[in-house]
């Protein structure tokens, strides 16, 4: 295999593949990247076995078709330090070398035969979905379960297809976040799985460097996703999703209608006197304000005012301000709307887009001044 391309474009591909891999995979294996050269392109491809991901490099100088599998980091790095317009990549006797008017490098490589096999994006039975909107629902519910350390909860996106929409939804137990967008579906393809964390957090940094459509296909055991130059293959988990719809409260009779600056601000300083050990904060809501206040029996008190919107009889109600905190930083309307019903129910967020963010309250207590 012999070719010669342009630096910056198979510098986007390695970037592109190289977060698949893990520096604590023991198998060595799979610390490689696998590099076909064929008719005019790159493809290079990595791989965990859970995840993978292949890029195609266009409009490159092949010179010698062929393939070979060499360490990922080595040959990305020397990628990224290349100093010319042009590189040249050469496999010979087993050996990666990358040659230039000063440089010369010659490294190790393995046996494409023992390389895992890299599925491939069958055009049958797939969906397509503008991945600005792709993006937009990833971001509005996969935080929940990207920031979970403690893995509570179902650790997974779930997504269900059915004939004119397309849902994600993630929960970790005490908050559950649901985007609902409608789509294209002249097949009436309907399919539903669970995107483990990995899968999900590959498909949005693929997506995100790519413009048009996605290209979605959810097989028996995986989901494929295809982009212009990007294809990724995520393992999926095992199981049935929790009958979340359940988890969502009806008949509730008090809204609220909030500014997203305001209320961002407003909890911000209330959370200045929450600790670790005490995240609570109380919000009170009347005709035309919204009392925040905070009382941490190790910290002290806070109280912050706002305008609001608000129709129903006097409530207060106690949330985790990181918890609501979370869901306005992944939203970018003006205007928030929160339905609620009592202390006791959980309040329901609504930030248009067809996202639905539901919170669980916390225990009010009894107040203790400082």
């Not at 070979?68 to 010319?84: F, T």
């Not at 042009?86 to 990358?98: A, G, L, T, V």
């Not at 993006?135 to 996969?142: D, G, H, N």
């Not at 904060?281 to 009347?286: G, N, V, Y």
Request: net charge negative; proline share 4%; with cysteine.
């Amino acid at each position: 295999m012999k070719i010669k391309c342009n630096r910056e474009a198979i510098k986007k591909g390695f970037h592109a593949v190289e977060s698949v891999i893990s520096g604590s995979n023991i198998n060595p294996m799979l610390q490689n990247v696998k590099i076909v050269a064929k008719d005019k392109t790159l493809e290079l491809s990595t791989t965990d076995l859970e995840v993978s991901v292949s890029y195609l490099v266009d409009s490159v100088d092949v010179i010698k078709p062929g393939e070979m599998v060499g360490p990922e980091n080595k040959i990305a790095s020397i990628v990224k330090e290349w100093s010319e317009d042009d590189i040249e990549i050469e496999e010979k006797d087993k050996k990666c070398i990358i040659a230039g008017e000063n440089s010369y490098f010659k490294i190790l490589c393995s046996d494409p035969e023992e390389f895992p096999t890299i599925p491939q994006f069958v055009d049958d039975e797939y969906i397509e979905i503008d991945k600005d909107i792709l993006t937009e629902m990833i971001k509005r519910t996969a935080f929940i379960i990207l920031g979970d350390k403690t893995r509570f909860g179902t650790n997974g996106v779930f997504l269900d297809i059915s004939e004119k929409h397309i849902k994600m939804v993630a929960n970790d137990g005490r908050r559950l976040a649901e985007v609902k967008k409608k789509i294209n579906n002249p097949n009436d393809i309907a399919r539903n799985c669970i995107i483990p964390i990995k899968g999900v957090s590959q498909i949005l940094r693929i997506i995100s460097e790519q413009e048009g459509a996605v290209k979605l296909r959810v097989e028996e055991k995986r989901i494929l996703v295809k982009t212009e130059n990007a294809t990724l293959c995520s393992q999926l988990l095992e199981g049935q999703y929790p009958k979340y719809e359940e988890v969502i409260p009806s008949k509730l009779d008090k809204h609220a209608i909030l500014n997203k600056h305001e209320f961002t601000t407003a909890i911000r300083r209330g959370s200045i006197m929450t600790t670790e050990e005490y995240k609570l904060l109380k919000f009170k809501f009347t005709s035309k304000t919204l009392e925040i206040r905070c009382i941490s029996p190790d910290v002290g008190e806070s109280k912050t005012v706002i305008p609001v919107e608000y129709s129903g009889d006097e409530l207060e109600i106690g949330l985790n301000p990181e918890f609501v905190l979370d869901f306005l930083k992944n939203v970018d309307t003006d205007e928030i709307k929160l339905d609620m019903k009592d202390s006791g129910t959980a309040g329901v967020f609504k930030a248009g887009g067809g996202c639905t963010y539901v919170v669980m309250p916390m225990n009010l207590g009894e107040e203790k001044t400082t």
